[in-house]
């Protein structure tokens, strides 16, 4: 089993729809998400890191966390062609390292 | 400020072959670490290093080396190199505290081994 798992996808939405992103970890120890973006043949950015139970919101962007069920998601509001992109999870366990799930490749239909 | 620098951005070898991978970090940060990314397995851990100290190390074997010099800069050894080495490999930096850190990553070097 793999440590963060996500769909890989693609995940097609029309534009203008909200796209909803998961991801699953299995490390309990993880105290912190972070959510990259990566266009092809780029390297990857972040667009928003989350440690608390709840919601939190930037701009277009939501991050949820449950803990007790393991779950993080990433919902882009009036998604936009510019948001395609593979969405990239990552969790960190606690010791200086960073685990990344494979990805989630969004496709923005215009 | 200067992002992360990572060269060379490309890199052709033979198996057998080692290849040196380097990576300067954004001014002030004092963690460097590296990953692989390959379609199938995603961004993969290799290693991390803070002042010049390896503090972590993913699952990879012992062909796969680094080094942090004292102005923060990294490089990354591949010995040995094999068909399955290609890949792109990131390098990201970070403040190194315990915290929320976030990581900043560079454009990587594109590994093909043949």
């Known amino acids: 089993q793999k440590e963060v798992e996500q769909n890989s996808g693609p995940l097609s939405v029309p534009e203008g729809a909200i796209a909803s992103l998961n991801c699953t970890y299995s490390d309990r120890g993880s105290q912190s998400f972070f959510w990259y973006r990566q266009y092809s043949g780029k390297s990857p950015e972040l667009i928003m890191f989350?440690?608390?139970?709840g919601d939190k919101e930037d701009g277009r962007f939501t991050a949820q966390l449950n803990k007790a069920s393991q779950y993080v998601s990433l919902l882009i509001r009036d998604s936009q062609p510019s948001d395609s992109a593979t969405y990239l999870c990552?969790?960190?366990?606690?010791?200086?390292?960073?685990?990344f799930g494979t990805g989630t490749r969004l496709k923005v239909l215009a | 400020k200067a992002g992360v620098t990572q060269t060379p951005r490309y890199l052709i070898k033979t198996r057998g072959q080692q290849v040196t991978l380097s990576c300067s970090p954004i001014s002030g940060h004092r963690s460097v670490s590296w990953y692989q990314q390959t379609p199938g397995q995603g961004l993969q851990f290799l290693f991390e290093?803070?002042?010049?100290?390896?503090?972590n190390k993913g699952n990879f074997p012992g062909r796969f080396s680094g080094r942090q010099f004292s102005n923060s800069r990294s490089e990354m050894n591949v010995s040995t190199l094999e068909l399955g080495d290609s890949a792109l490999y990131l390098c990201?930096?970070?403040?190194?505290?315990?915290?929320?850190?976030?990581?900043?990553f560079g454009s990587g070097t594109q590994l093909s081994v043949l």
């Open positions: 990552a969790a960190r366990p606690g010791t200086y390292k960073y685990i």
């Open positions: 989350i440690y608390s139970n």
């Open positions: 290093y803070f002042s010049e100290t390896q503090r």
């Open positions: 990201a930096s970070s403040l190194g505290g315990s915290g929320f850190e976030k990581l900043f």
